[in-house]
């Protein structure tokens, strides 16, 4: 057992440094792209001396090509137009000052045709999180291998995308929604022993909309962990409706919250939510790519990770339920005895009829590694399931 725990801590710390690896070389970009739209004409030579005096690195060609990343031995790689370099985490960390210094010298100067934004939306960009994949030489691209008409799966120890089909097109993400609910909530929630008491503006919104439901009960007084496992296990839709009253007031104030956290987490130009079940709205919507960096940020959240890779949970007692509502995620249950090359941790399904059968999940594999898959538009549940262990098998190599 103290191994296991041992073993879990030194994943954790790793996947805490790639993060923070991936976040460096975030920042790093948008500071140039900040220099860039701030300095006009004078930009490329004022980012290339930057570069140039804090890291020593010549750029070959005269406009920077796809920028990717990965890390070996301590050091990044950069590529402009086939030109590569090789920088060191201290070069990097110069860069980096004198960039933001630069930046901050024109720091409140207006950009000119530049169009204002509300400030909520502003501190939600420059408080952006930095989750980002990198689709290399080695992605693969799925075809008829998968039901599923879009896919992505994701390397995580390297941030590299392994696999996808279709993973920028715009789709409804149904229930998978839910896993950005409980992430917002979970960031604004401090007593998950407060209670909530459950109304008609619960239970009708889940029964109105042919929501799945945990079956709480009108006047129900329920916990706040109660409606986070309500949320993600049974995808209940009186516990999310539950939960962003709780959170926000309302559920159209929780939304509000929902795209702030999309800009923050950089995905505000391909997702956008209107509701906090997953409901299908022509305005409620994003892609495989997107719902993959979302369950990625939940997972840096305790609270989240811990939510999503519960098997069952029992609910509170109550007068109305003395001995609790059992629950259970079917998608983990369903898919544990399934040979997926290693274990899928955490899941959270989804449906509507414009979406088919949708799932986005976390799993490792027999060597450690760990990656996040999300699928989209299968003809069924055991549909999904089987894509899902698919791709995790392929990964694993077994």
Known sequence: MNHEIEDERERRERRRRLMAERKRRSRRLKLIYACIRKFGPYAAGLVAAIVLVCVGVSLSGNKAGNVQAGQESGAYEETAQGGTASIEEGALMEADAAMEESQSAEEGAPMEGSSSKTAQTQEAEDTKEAYSAN???QTAQLGADIDSSYAILIDLDTGNVLAQKQAEARINPASMTKVLTVLVAAEHVENLDDTFTI???ETDYSYVNDCSSVGFAENEVVTVRDLFYGTILPSGGDAAAGLAAYVAGSREAFVELMNEKLAQLGLSDTAHMTNCVGLYDEDHYCTVYDMAMIMEAALDNELCREVLSAHTYTTSS?????EGITISNWFLRRIEDKDTGGEVICGKTGYVVQS????????????????????ADAGSSWKCIYDHVALYKEASGT
């Open 135 to 137: 689709v290399t030489a």
């Open 199 to 201: 109304t008609l503006n």
């Open 356 to 375: 088919g059968s949708c799932a986005a999940s976390y799993g490792r594999d027999v060597n450690g590694r760990e990656y996040v898959c999300v699928t």
């Open 318 to 322: 109550t007068p109305q339920h003395p």
